[in-house]
């Protein structure tokens, strides 16, 4: 089994069904992971002992998913010379921005690389861009999902041209 090069890190099980994106594309990626339930509040011995020992196991990102007092993004990059990117969970009570803020809020010289509320797509998607640094192959796995981005994007223009704004529109909605 390949050792994995991400740390995929959540609060909450709850949170689960937003970080399933990052699995999700770290595997499109072909980019190794693996996934553990720790918090900043219940678990913080735990959390601070994954964080110092990330990068001797070979993890080189950490993704850490939370909602509310979101602090396991910081927590984390405290403890680690690993990039660490945070990703707000939408909360009931304030929509995620309470989320967004703990881990964008971040004291000078703790930096968590903040992504949009439920963004773990796009978390997973930054972790294999910093991965391709030196990985040229997972460089080129890139450039094809950037040129897929761009074909999907094409392929909605031509169909707007079809069809046009009310067309579209009500195609859309079947």
Same mark, same amino acid.
Not at 26 to 31: A, D, G, I
Not at 66 to 85: E, F, K, M
């Given at each position: 089994m390949t050792k994995p090069l991400v740390g995929?890190?959540?609060?909450?099980?709850?949170?689960l069904p937003v970080m399933a994106q990052a699995a999700n594309f770290?595997?499109?990626?072909?980019?190794p992971y693996e996934v553990r339930i720790l918090s900043a509040h219940r678990s913080p011995d735990a959390a601070l002992d994954y964080a110092r020992n990330a990068a001797g196991r070979g993890l080189k990102v950490i993704i850490a998913g #939370? @909602?509310?007092? &979101?602090?396991? #993004? @910081?927590?984390? &990059?405290?403890?680690?010379?690993?990039?660490?990117?945070g990703v707000p969970i939408k909360t009931a009570s304030l929509g995620g921005v309470d989320s967004l803020y703990a881990m964008v809020q971040m004291p000078k010289g703790i930096p968590v690389a903040t992504v949009a509320i439920d963004g773990a797509a796009n978390a997973a998607i930054l972790a294999a861009q910093i991965l391709a640094v030196h990985d040229p192959i997972l460089q080129d796995?890139?450039?094809?999902?950037?040129e897929e981005l761009a074909r999907e994007v094409a392929a909605r223009d031509a169909r707007l041209a079809q069809l046009g704004i009310e067309g579209y529109l009500r195609e859309g909605k079947k």
């Open positions: 995929i890190v959540m609060g909450s099980d709850s949170d770290l595997e499109r990626f072909q980019v #939370a @909602g509310g007092a &979101a602090h396991l #993004a @910081g927590v984390l &990059a405290a403890v680690t010379v690993l990039p660490v990117i796995r890139l450039k094809a999902f950037k």
